[in-house]
């Protein structure tokens, strides 16, 4: 072998070397970008805010053992409180289209929430306890207690609404939950989930998609749990589901009106071709059912 091949050979070798190294950094800083983190600034919140002639708006974080929990404020606070509750993965830019939904800020304030793990709730930290992360919004409650107050959850954050209303029947004066994942029987288990979680590919995933995975593996458990609790529900519930949502069965909206048997009213809204995300395709469906029961 001559001098010039020997060292193409090891050129080669060296080239290999770093791009093994390369790559795992390559989808590491993708994962990091803006886009996957499926949040907004308080600053990028205002801006649409103030476009959309929204003035009366504010931001907030406490702590709640140890984490910070952010939310978004908007409207007056001596009008009854609807209370926004994001799905997995989300934040509270979710519901932007709501709070800046003037027929709604006219009837009532609205807060949406940044669930534990989310936007700026400790971002990339999991709560999975579904428990702790309804007890982590007791203090929005309270500090923002209303005459009626109206809780909305779409997808995750339906069994977290629910878990507050249980938790806090004479906080609360009504449910909207939207495609809600509420039935432990109907909850799939994917195989894949559980890989996911090793540490390596954990490491390389976006956080908001590492918390989401994280969450929803032990939801099966945390869903049990419940089973006892829906008795505790008194107060009106609307739901919300869409007959071809894909990724939460339809059959959710029949354990709702199995299990809410003390609830004041059950009213469930079987949306024809609807999907999973009847939240913003059908907006103003449930702005008006919102405003029915702050009314």
């Not at 190294?21 to 907004?40: A, D, E, Q």
């Not at 609807?82 to 003037?102: N, R």
């Not at 069965?249 to 009213?267: C, G, H, R, T, W």
């Amino acid at each position: 072998m001559n001098t010039r091949t020997h060292e193409h050979i090891q050129l080669m070798r060296f080239k290999k070397r770093y791009l093994l190294l390369l790559i795992p950094m390559l989808i590491f800083g993708c994962s990091r970008l803006n886009i996957l983190t499926m949040r907004k600034s308080d600053k990028k919140q205002a801006k649409e805010l103030r476009e959309s002639g929204q003035t009366d708006f504010e931001f907030h974080t406490y702590d709640f053992e140890g984490r910070p929990i952010h939310y978004t404020h908007v409207g007056n606070d001596s009008l009854p409180l609807v209370v926004l509750v994001h799905g997995s993965p989300g934040s509270s830019s979710m519901f932007m289209d709501y709070l800046k939904d003037s027929k709604l800020t006219e009837k009532a304030q609205l807060i949406s929430v940044d669930r534990p793990g989310f936007g700026y709730s400790g971002f990339g930290k999991t709560e999975r306890s579904l428990e702790k992360q309804a007890m982590a919004f007791e203090e929005i409650l309270r500090r923002h207690g209303a005459e009626k107050t109206i809780l909305v959850g779409h997808s995750f954050g339906g069994p977290v609404i629910a878990r507050l209303a249980a938790e806090f029947p004479d906080l609360v004066q009504g449910l909207v939950m939207v495609a809600g994942s509420i039935d432990p029987e109907l909850e799939p288990r994917e195989w894949w989930r559980k890989p996911a979680d090793f540490f390596l590919i954990r490491w390389l995933t976006p956080p908001a998609l590492k918390v989401c995975n994280q969450e929803i593996l032990p939801l099966y458990v945390e869903l049990e749990k419940m089973l006892p609790l829906w008795e505790k529900i008194t107060c009106p519930v609307t739901v919300f589901h869409g007959e071809k949502d894909n990724l939460v069965p339809k059959e959710n909206a029949d354990f709702a009106q199995k299990m809410l048997i003390n609830s004041d009213s059950v009213k469930i809204e079987m949306i024809e071709g609807g999907n999973h995300f009847i939240l913003w395709s059908l907006q103003d469906l449930i702005v008006e059912e919102i405003i029915r029961l702050l009314e």
